[in-house]
């Protein structure tokens, strides 16, 4: 039959009782054979005694069982103590099948419950923050006193070491707009959307600030700043374009109706006039051609078709088809030695980048009279020099001379028939071989045009079969 703690208790009652019982008996069985003088002083002394025994056997006995039910409290007393204080791995031996065992089987199962669902809890949380981690978004959680709670890796790249768990958000970033998003969220309990421009320079990012069930907000930034570049971009080209066009069509327009206004007009002045047609409609065609050009390098399907050509045939190809162009202009070109080294190109697409880099070279060179195109070999590269000697270009325009329509001299180009594309073309050539391009410059000395090409990769030559001995014949 199972114990239990009332049973126990019951027992040392029961052999209390037994004792007392025992000492009632042995008592009276003394007072009986005394006679009736001696039982009073017979029965005073026994039960001083018996008291005395009684009084040695029981506290002991008492002490003894309280303790092991105290000692087996303080085990459960100190299980709840560590549980308190996190260590949910922590678990009391059982002993016995009475009612203390079965709490503290009950307690260790409750314990390693805890533990379980901590410990899911952690993977979690875990596993959401390396998802947060994950994002290209920058993300922070507000609580509702306006303290930055938790924040992803992206977020603190944007924000900088300022932003803490613990510390409010008003002093850790210092964008009013952001600012505005998450009190909104806080304050109306709505979604909040708005535009932050100084958490990091030259980066504008679109914020959503949305409220949390349990109070606080969630502010999540995306990095717009590439599509406010394009749009930007986008805006520039067409106001760029439809000035460029502009410009002819008002000519050829104020020509045409002179023309036709006037019944008679002599041949002289229609010739003249004519030629001015002539001229803006070819600028007009150059700029169309142009832009066809640049919208087919700037595509993604764009591929250049690379092959091993040898650097200095490269170059004289080069000079030879646009030599034609320097004829009447009084500007000579002079070609340097160039390396006799194979290089990937498209040979198609590289004479393009050289015409117009000796084009560009044409209309500033003219008061140095002379074009420089050079080649010298690099560790894995060939550079290209396309230099003049003209007035050259402030240090302040050599970042942007490669950004479409961008021009030093705008008077000057629009005179000389220059579209403001052609060397932007020529980067996205250069960029699509695998090359670098860059210009450099002094006041004065004129400028010069340097692009790079990648070797070409050594050809692998056919291991040779092994020559086989004849084998003996005998006779």
């Known amino acids: 039959m199972n114990s239990n703690v009332f049973t126990k208790l019951l027992g040392v009652f029961l052999l209390l009782l037994a004792v007392q019982m025992l000492v009632v008996e042995l008592a ?3 007072i009986w054979e005394r006679t009736p003088e001696d039982a009073l002083s017979v029965l005073g002394g026994d039960a001083l005694w018996f008291a005395l025994i009684a009084l040695v056997i029981a506290p002991p006995l008492a002490v003894w069982v309280s303790g092991r039910i105290s000692a087996r409290l303080g085990r459960v007393v100190a299980f709840a103590r ?26 260790n199962q409750t314990a390693e419950r805890v533990g379980r669902d901590f410990s899911e809890l952690a993977s979690s949380r875990a596993e959401l923050a390396v998802m947060l981690d994950s994002m290209q978004e920058g993300v922070v959680a507000i609580t509702s006193s306006g303290f930055v709670r938790w924040s992803n890796a992206i977020m603190q790249r944007i924000a900088g070491s300022q932003l803490i768990p ?76 439809s000035h460029e066009l502009r410009t002819p069509l008002t000519s050829i327009q104020g020509y045409v109706e002179t023309l036709i206004e006037d019944p008679n007009p002599s041949p002289e002045m229609t010739l003249e006039f004519l030629g001015v047609i002539l001229k803006n409609a070819s600028r007009m065609n150059r700029l169309t051609e142009d832009l066809l050009a640049l919208a087919s390098v700037e595509s993604p399907d764009y591929k250049v078709n690379l092959q091993p050509v040898r650097a200095n045939v490269l170059l004289r190809d080069a000079i030879d088809s646009i030599g034609g162009k320097f004829v009447d202009s009084g500007v000579k070109i002079q070609s340097a030695t160039a390396p006799d080294a194979l290089v990937m190109a498209d040979p198609d697409a590289m004479h393009q980048v050289f015409g117009n880099l000796l084009e560009n070279g044409l209309k500033y060179a003219k008061t140095g009279k002379r074009i420089q195109a050079s080649a010298r070999l690099l560790a894995s590269e060939v550079q290209f020099t396309i230099q003049d000697f003209g007035p050259g270009i402030a240090s302040e325009h050599l970042e942007r001379i490669f950004e479409r329509f961008y021009r030093v001299d705008k008077a000057r180009s629009r005179e000389s028939g220059g579209t403001g594309l052609g060397l932007a073309i020529v980067k996205h050539i250069v960029l699509a071989h695998g090359g670098r391009i860059w210009a450099e410059s002094e006041l004065g000395s004129g400028a010069s045009f340097h692009f790079t090409l990648p070797f070409a990769p050594a050809p692998q030559t056919a291991p040779q079969p092994a020559q086989q001995t004849p084998a003996a014949t005998g006779v």
């Not at 560590?82 to 503290?104: F, K, P």
């Not at 109070?215 to 570049?229: C, F, K, P, Q």
Request: proline letters at 5%; charged letters at 25%.
């Open 28 to 30: 009276f069985r003394r």
């Open 166 to 241: 613990g510390r409010p958000l008003v002093h850790s970033v210092r964008d009013p707009e952001l600012l505005a998003c998450v009190r909104g969220a806080l304050e109306r309990n709505e979604l909040c959307v708005g535009r932050a421009s100084l958490l990091s320079p030259g980066r504008v990012f679109e914020v959503n600030a949305a409220p949390l069930p349990a109070g606080g907000a969630l502010v999540v930034l995306h990095d717009v700043t590439s599509i406010e570049a394009a749009q930007t971009s986008r805006r520039e080209f067409v106001a760029n374009v």
């Open 82 to 107: 560590s549980i308190a204080d996190g260590d949910l791995d922590a678990r009391i031996e059982t002993h016995g099948e009475d009612e203390l065992s079965a709490v503290e089987a009950a307690l």
